[in-house]
């Protein structure tokens, strides 16, 4: 009797367990859907041709984002040319090359802290010491460094990650052949884990798509339009910051709309792109 009834408020409770996981990830759709449909559904109607294709004229009262998207290509190319390197060959070198095993964790334990410092910090470091010390002012490409730096322990991580997952036999195999380190590394250790490099840079793109607090202090918002040399030397707003801009300053929430579901749009099609090339390397993997 007593085992029964033991058995029976065992299965009591993992019941409520499951129904409180069922709630919590149901709200959590929910909350997701509700946000996305939303912001689509007020966004949608007012992205026009016009509205993308044109620069904005305070005369005539036209309202265009061709100078923001174009600004944030600017900055999203510029911050991945500078970021990727750097991040790729520190990870090579903490996990092919570096010995003293205590800078390793050090250095491990800087990237985890740069990756949890609020970006409202980043973008005042970035206009004192890039704006102010290099005397870059207020620019693209000082933009581009403060998520540069940003980005860094993201591309780091995933990377270190995907250079542990290639099998050390590849590594011995390619030595007993007489292979030296930078070669084994170059042939045999880079193409092994490429797909984590790829998905690192894929998720870097959407943090960078996203961020507005550091670039309001090192890109600026100015809305004009620019060849990509002469872009980078000059402030500008991105997409991000021109909805801030139009939503706070302006008040025109309808552009403000527009611009997060292209926003949106943009994060979800990095989502599906970062989960489709993983699949893609998974699939030659098993190959």
Not at 31 to 54: A, Q
Not at 119 to 148: D, R
Request: charged share 15%; glycine share 10%; proline share 3%.
């Amino acid at each position: 009797m007593k085992h029964k009834t033991l058995s029976s408020s065992r299965k009591a409770y993992v019941g409520c367990m499951k129904a409180l996981m069922y709630l919590c990830a149901g709200l959590t759709g929910a909350l997701v859907l509700f946000l996305v449909g939303y912001v689509l559904v007020k966004g949608l109607p007012n992205i026009t041709w016009e509205l993308l294709s044109t620069s904005p004229s305070y005369l005539t009262e036209r309202i265009g984002i061709l100078p923001d998207l174009m600004n944030t290509i600017y900055i999203v190319l510029a911050t991945i040319v500078i970021v990727l390197p750097l991040g790729v060959g520190a990870a090579i070198y903490l996990t092919e090359y570096a010995k003293n095993k205590k800078l390793v964790a050090v250095i491990e334990y800087a990237a985890e802290t740069l990756s949890g410092i609020p970006s409202i910090i980043y973008g005042l470091a970035g206009m004192l010491i890039f704006c102010e010390v290099l005397g870059m002012g207020t620019s693209l490409l000082a933009g581009a460094l403060t998520l540069a730096v940003m980005n860094l322990p993201t591309i780091l991580r995933t990377t270190q990650e995907s250079l542990k997952t290639v099998p050390q036999s590849y590594r011995e195999g390619a030595f007993g052949l007489g292979a030296g380190k930078w070669r084994v590394v170059r042939t045999v250790v880079l193409p092994g884990c490429i797909d984590g490099v790829i998905t690192g840079c894929i998720l870097s793109v959407g943090r960078i798509l996203g961020e507005s607090a550091a670039l309001l202090f090192t890109a600026g918002f100015a809305h004009a339009l620019h060849g990509i040399f002469d872009g980078l030397s000059s402030p500008g707003a991105t997409l991000t910051v021109a909805l801030y801009v139009y939503a706070k300053e302006e008040g025109e929430f309808e552009v403000a709309f527009a611009i997060a579901a292209i926003l949106m749009l943009l994060t979800l099609a990095i989502n599906l792109a970062a989960e489709f090339v993983a699949r893609h390397f998974q699939k030659k993997k098993a190959l």
